[in-house]
T-cell receptor
Framework: DVKVTQSSRYLVKRTGEKVFLECVQD?????MFWYRQDPGLGLRLIYF???????EKGDIPEGYSVSREKKERFSLILESASTNQTSMYLC???????????FGPGTRLTVT | AQSVSQHNHHVILSEAASLELGCNYS??????LFWYVQYPGQHLQLLLK??????LVKGIKGFEAEFIKSKFSFNLRKPSVQWSDTAEYFC???????????FGKGNQVVVIP
């Protein structure tokens, strides 16, 4: 079974803090994604990566950055957390040519 | 860019009732279509998918979906729901040659015992 893990299930941070969300997949997938999930808005793509050190902006990249130094790990960085970044963050991965995305359990981030 | 519409964000129904959730997408051409489900407190997981072939696809837990190309639709159905089908359901579309999925806003389904 594909396994996508995220470093924390729940996280509480203060406004202005730098926040790192980590995602690891164990199936050698080329593509990895970060989404945020908000009630009534569905899943919105923040960033994705199709290879090590490669990244592309999604639909809502403002306020976020990403890092992919190793194939299995994709990090989402909030440089200076703000209250409007309180959300559920989901990581996903997919093998090139295989169209089913596998999701992690999510990190519920609260910024106070 | 591809966009996906799901209507009736909140659906409440009784056990044994039939369920149909609509999904429409904006861009034609070759697409791959998905329905994902998120049970309370759990991961998003794949319910069913359509890549090609028979437009009526069957998924887990008695769900099925029909792809109608002329209507840009991929509606999800279940003839008789159970309390355990209470979940949020998301339709997603991938355009050929693009690694990104476009998601709808989801349907929150509550099944009353």
């Amino acid at each position: 079974d594909v396994k996508v893990t995220q470093s924390s299930r729940y996280l509480v941070k203060r406004t202005g803090e730098k926040v790192f969300l980590e995602c690891v997949q164990d199936m050698d997938h080329e593509n990895m994604f970060w989404y945020r999930q908000d009630p009534g808005l569905g899943l919105r793509l923040i960033y994705f990566s199709y290879d090590v050190k490669m990244k592309e902006k999604g639909d809502i990249p403002e306020g976020y950055s990403v890092s992919r130094e190793k194939k299995e790990r994709f990090s989402l960085i909030l440089e200076s957390a703000s209250t409007n970044q309180t959300s559920m963050y989901l990581c996903a991965s997919i093998r090139q040519g295989n169209d089913e995305q596998y999701f992690g359990p999510g990190t519920r981030l609260t910024v106070t | 860019a591809q966009s996906v519409s799901q209507h009736n964000h909140h659906v409440i129904l009784s056990e044994a009732a039939s369920l149909e959730l609509g999904c429409n997408y904006s861009y034609g051409g070759t697409v791959n279509l998905f329905w994902y489900v998120q049970y309370p407190g759990q991961h998003l997981q794949l319910l069913l998918k359509y890549f090609s072939g028979d437009p009526l696809v069957k998924g887990i837990k008695g769900f099925e979906a029909e792809f109608i190309k002329s209507k840009f639709s991929f509606n999800l159905r279940k003839p008789s729901v159970q309390w355990s089908d209470t979940a949020e359901y998301f339709c997603a579309v991938k355009s050929y040659g693009n690694n990104r999925l476009a998601f709808g806003k989801g349907n929150q389904v509550v099944v009353i015992p």
